[in-house]
């Protein structure tokens, strides 16, 4: 399975539209500029806690800190006691060079451990408080750039890793909820070490040089909730024995 770069992997399943023999009459993105705020904010925080919690497990999210959306950026709207960190990912966690970086629609539900919540989280801040500043993608790349040059944004944390389960997830237009997983942050192009991406092998690799990291990607059989995954969106979930 090929895995287009991104920052947030699942978001870049989308088929590769095969040109037309006959030239194409040019098309405007779908996604080509942001959207009004608005349209990415959540107005309901219970129900905008719910959603972030369910990336989990319970026994995870439950004694996780989470975050919500707002106008400033993200803002602590629960206290947790186990270093974890929830909360609803937009379109914007993805790499600039990403289709659907300014998609409205994106849900991303996810939930980071103690290590990733230190040194990889602060990047998807960083962005997204130069989105709701109104910046442009190449302002957004070239600040990423700047503060990892400066150390600004912290190196990567050995065992940075985090969960993506939620049931409720919309990761992109195609794909949608996609498929439950676990991602694991790994700093530099480190597919290779993993053997990631290779015939049998379950982990899947996307290496995102804009952010220098390298995400490795295991699908789990069964959302959060514990429920079966099926590759049917519309068949019944059967109950998963944990």
Known sequence: ??????????????????????????QPAPYASAAPLDQYLIPDKTAEIALARSAAPKSISDVAEVLVLGREGYTSAAKGTSGFVCLVQRSWAAATDFTEFWNPKVRAPICFNAASARSYLPIILMKTKLVVAGKSKAEIAQAVKSGLDSKQLPPLEPGAMCYMMSRRQYLNDKDRSWHPHMMWFVPGDAASSWGANLPGSPTLAANDPEERLTIMLVWVDHWSDGTLFRADAHATPTPHKM
Not at 1 to 26: C, E, H
């Open 1 to 26: 399975m090929q895995i287009k770069t991104t920052s947030l992997p699942a978001l870049a399943l989308i088929a590769l539209v095969a040109s037309s023999a006959a030239p194409a009459r040019p």
